[in-house]
């Protein structure tokens, strides 16, 4: 079964980076787009950045300049790099990825890395 596993979150201060990764394994026959959300306590899960198949990347407004999203597909990997980090950015964060399998995509989550900024 196919599987996304995470890694990377932890405790930070203010101003400080981390690097999330998230790596597919499985029966995988092709990975298309892939992307990284967010959801803060009392707040909905939202979107924070995606990469295609070929590269094209989008943004959350609020973390543009600040988070760099990437992929090595030969890894079936996953990257999100978090520098200047702010409180606000605290929440746990969950890796997503559509698959295939049998040449029949999926959508797939990874089970979630707790980010923490504060002081």
């Known amino acids: 079964q196919v599987q996304l596993v995470e890694s990377g979150g932890g405790l930070v201060q203010p101003g400080g980076s981390l690097r999330l990764s998230c790596a597919a394994s499985g029966r995988i026959f092709r990975i298309n787009i892939m992307g990284w959300y967010r959801q803060a306590p009392g707040k909905q899960r939202e979107l924070v950045a995606t990469i295609t198949n070929g590269c094209s990347t989008n943004y959350l407004d609020s973390v543009k300049g600040r988070f760099t999203i990437s992929r090595d597909n030969a890894k079936n990997t996953v990257y999100l790099q978090l520098n200047s980090l702010k409180p606000e950015d605290t929440a746990v964060y969950y890796c997503?990825?559509?698959?295939?399998?049998?040449?029949?995509?999926?959508?797939?989550w990874g089970q979630g890395t707790q980010v923490t900024v504060s002081s």
């Open positions: 997503n990825a559509e698959i295939a399998e049998y040449k029949y995509p999926l959508d797939y």
